[in-house]
């Protein structure tokens, strides 16, 4: 028997069939129109209307909202029509829409069992070549002009300055509630990696609803800093997910024992329009 529940998030109806083939749970967002075969985070009480801002956190409310209590299976993941968990490392040309079904997660092996969520495994934000570091934040390299020899001082903090707009991660730590904000921050100071796409696999319906408990209070604290009409471009109108994608990582590496699992990067828009 199956021991995990997975959301798969889609844009596109078409997508239907496929995911379901794959033995995952279709959730459709996005401003086209799913029928009711579908999860969706429009029903119920929900904030769909912020998905483009705030992305797959839409569902993550609607499922707090809604749904999670109904949830039976031992654990529950997150995934999307372009990322799938897997247990291994594929190469990019051994993947394609047909060897998806054979490569991607559909059982938590035992030994997993001792963990509580899994991860997506780190993406390194140091690693950027230098060039990349001064097209993007050329204004923050010329205060802080050691930033390009010293990869260790390019923390989250700074890439966050440098891709969503300086000082706006301060900003919105300062409106956490005192259980994290000391935490949060010595994190994205300290740290050079996340854990990306705000994809987790969690075993504990208890544990995901403390998530949810911490990190929607504290987006709704944030929009009265951030609003969302003069919000412009991809990184800062979806500013909120990607706050909440760094709290992910943050809050599931204190407060679960963890692991991690590899990412198969597919897009399924390209054979399933």
Known sequence: M???????????????????????IPVGLGEKKFDQNWLSDKFGINISKKNKYYSEYTFHYWLWKNYLDQIDSKWIGFCQYEKFWSLKTYKTEDINIDSLNSQILKQIPEEYENYESILTEPSFVNQWKTMKFIKKGLKILIKKPLLILDKKKRNLNF???????????????????????????????????????????????????????????????????????????????????????????????????YTTLPVINYNIRKDIS
Not at 6 to 19: G, N, T
Not at 204 to 222: A, G, H, T
């Open 2 to 24: 199956k021991n995990v529940n997975m959301f798969c998030l889609a844009l596109e109806p078409s997508h239907y069939e496929f995911i379901k083939k794959l033995g995952y």
């Open 159 to 257: 890439h966050f300055d440098l891709m969503h707009g300086e000082n706006n991660l301060n900003k919105a730590i300062n409106l956490l509630d005192e259980s994290n904000k000391n935490d949060f921050k010595k994190f994205v100071n300290k740290e050079v990696s996340f854990n990306p796409h705000i994809m987790v696999i969690c075993k504990s319906k208890e544990k995901l609803k403390r998530f949810y408990e911490d990190v929607f209070p504290w987006l709704e604290k944030c929009e009265k800093i951030f609003g969302f009409e003069n919000l412009k471009g991809y990184d800062n109108t979806r500013i909120y997910g990607f706050l909440a994608e760094r709290f992910l990582s943050y809050w599931f590496q204190k407060n679960t024992k």
